[in-house]
């Protein structure tokens, strides 16, 4: 089997620097070697042991370059791609003036091929080799998507949205329609190749009692299947939700009463949590996705991602484009780091890393398969240019540890900083 032997710099992680010291879990290797065999990462070690013991793989010398585990992204909308960056609005204006309009148009499949296409490119070029994104009411859109990282092996998690009230007569479907919809299409989808089928009500506000209760259904008959959604995301979305769900303790139980929280739940945003639903998350295993870009851009709020962590809840980290400003996961974690500040949290570069990986990937229940630089994980690998325009290459200079390296990239790098991309152990760019 073909082997390459990547050398560079090299950082991964054996443990979670969110709740233990990050120096223990963290390694760096200024002259490591990731050893590529077929489609898996078969060793990370020195790069001289590597060479030795190696010496019929083919060598791709990064230099100085960073080499880590590919970009995850816990949540996105790659529907919301060509409306990214549209101005002044607030999340429920936001999704009426813009989002819904553009979502309507994916029930044309030639329109959803040509934007999961974009996307996944745009992702790529950006250094993120997984996605999860909500896809729209059509099941074209969902083929769309999934067909489109099918073609560039990509592992990738996604779901028909669901909405049956409070959005367009262009954008609704109905109770029986997304339960028909979602159990076709997961039974289509899930598991074939690197896909993962994520049963996907859009948000208690978008859907009826009833709708979230079958979909709640085909979770529990498919208990294999993630399930995704937003949560507490603004004020006026909870007061809205509060009245839409008079009986509700809160705003998760208007997901709990209908099947729909578990361990295998994703939850975005969450900024706005109360005890007892960061205690039943937790209690579940349920997993927070964090979307720094989106939660200042949308005006949205400052998530308590340290809190949600030591409180037991995962954490992942997610660009949520279009709401989120930017495709990067180095812009996102450096939203991640702001956020920290404005709330008094200082997150280390290696604690944003993690997230970007490793943190997302666990939320996906991936672990050890992406999102990791380490023996038998997916050779899914981002290699970091970390002097990649004359502000950085200035700045780092004077740097004196790998931290001090990267730092500047996280907090001031983009696609220019993405030097190489590897897919399942073929080179991307
Ligand atoms: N809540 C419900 N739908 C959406 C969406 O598309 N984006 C964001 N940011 N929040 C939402
Ligand atoms: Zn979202």
């Not at 956020?339 to 997150?347: A, C, E, H, K, T």
């Not at 996906?364 to 899914?380: E, P, R, Y």
């Amino acid at each position: 089997m073909k082997q390459y032997l990547l050398l560079g710099q090299t950082l991964s992680f054996s443990g979670n620097p969110l709740l233990t010291p990050w120096e223990n879990v963290t390694h760096h290797n200024s002259a490591g070697g990731v050893l590529i065999t077929g489609d898996r990462i078969t060793a990370v070690d020195n790069a001289d042991t590597l060479k030795r013991a190696h010496p019929d793989a083919t060598i791709v010398d990064y230099g100085d370059a960073l080499i880590h585990a590919g970009f995850v992204d816990a949540h996105m909308h790659y529907p919301q791609t060509r409306m990214i960056a549209s101005w002044g609005k607030q999340l429920i204006d936001w999704l009426n003036t813009y989002t819904f309009p553009e979502e309507s148009r994916f029930g044309d499949r030639a329109y959803a091929d040509a934007v999961a296409a974009d996307t996944l490119d745009l992702a790529l070029a950006h250094g993120t080799t997984t996605l999860t994104s909500f896809c729209t009411i059509h099941p074209e859109s969902v083929d769309a998507f999934f067909g489109a990282a099918a073609q560039r092996n990509m592992a990738v998690v996604a779901g028909k949205t669901c909405m049956d009230r409070n959005a367009p007569d262009t954008l609704v479907d109905t109770v029986q329609s997304a339960y028909d919809d979602s159990k076709a299409l997961l039974e289509k989808w899930h598991g074939i190749g690197r896909a993962t089928y994520a049963i996907t009500p859009r948000f208690s506000p978008t859907s009826t009692p009833d709708q979230l209760q079958v979909l709640g259904d085909l979770w529990a008959e498919n208990p294999d299947c993630l399930m995704q959604t937003h949560l507490s995301e603004q004020l006026p979305e909870i007061a809205w939700v509060k009245d839409l769900y008079p009986t509700s303790r809160d705003y998760l139980d208007t997901y709990e009463t209908h099947g729909l929280l578990g361990a295998k739940g994703l939850y975005g945003h969450s900024i706005y949590l109360e005890p007892r639903e960061i205690d039943r998350l937790a209690e579940v295993g349920a997993a927070v996705v964090h979307c720094p870009t989106s939660n200042t851009f949308i005006g949205s709020g400052l998530c308590d991602v340290l809190g949600l962590a030591r409180a037991g809840v995962a954490m992942g980290l997610a660009t949520d484009t279009g709401g989120g400003s930017s495709f990067s996961m180095l812009r996102t974690m450096a939203a991640a780091y702001e956020i920290g500040q404005l709330r008094g949290d200082v997150l280390h570069a290696a604690q944003l890393m993690w997230l970007a990986t490793e943190g997302s990937a666990a939320t996906l229940h991936q672990s050890g398969q992406i999102g990791h630089l380490g023996t038998g994980a997916m050779a899914d690998i981002t290699v970091l240019d970390l002097a990649a325009t004359p502000l950085i290459a200035q700045r780092v200079k004077s740097a004196e540890n790998v931290w001090d390296q990267l730092f500047p990239t996280i907090m001031m790098g983009d696609d220019r900083s993405i030097k190489d991309v590897w897919v399942a152990g073929s080179r991307v760019t």
